[in-house]
């Protein structure tokens, strides 16, 4: 049974920084992309960054650029995603996903059904 599960969240002041990991069990991820996800309060699910089985493509929402890195070890079976510069309106659920795919397409790569495998979440939120 595969297991995805995200850490790292919390409680953090504006320009603040927070490390999530996302460790996954049951399945090597190898040969799959890996990506974060985040879901405000009354809003629906967005995609913050994503990046093929290589670590060498990597796509982020225009509004964390610059600010968020997305890693993975392939080895340890983990995904990070680095967040720096935190502002209020990163305040969200952050969601760890696992894609049915290997590569990572510019203008497919935030569409929920390309994921096969998906955490419960970890509440990030950030005081003005």
């Not at 090597?28 to 960054?49: C, L, P, S």
């Not at 990046?51 to 493509?57: E, F, Q, R, S, Y």
């Not at 990597?58 to 610059?66: M, N, T, W």
Request: hydrophobic share 35%; charged share 20%.
């Amino acid at each position: 049974q595969v297991q995805v599960k995200e850490s790292g969240g919390g409680l953090v002041q504006s320009g603040g920084s927070l490390r999530l990991s996302c460790t996954v069990s049951g399945m090597n991820i190898d040969n799959h992309r890996m990506a974060w996800f985040r879901q405000a309060a009354g809003k629906g699910r967005e995609g913050v960054a994503c990046l093929n089985w290589k670590g060498t493509d990597i796509y982020y929402h225009e509004s964390v650029l610059g600010r968020f890195a997305i890693t993975r070890d392939n080895y340890k079976n983990v995904a990070y995603l680095q967040m720096s510069n935190l502002k209020h309106e990163d305040t969200a659920v952050y969601l760890c996903a696992v894609s049915r795919y290997a590569s990572s397409y510019e203008d497919s790569w935030t569409l929920l059904d390309e994921y096969s495998h998906w955490g419960q979440g970890t509440q990030v939120t950030v005081s003005p």
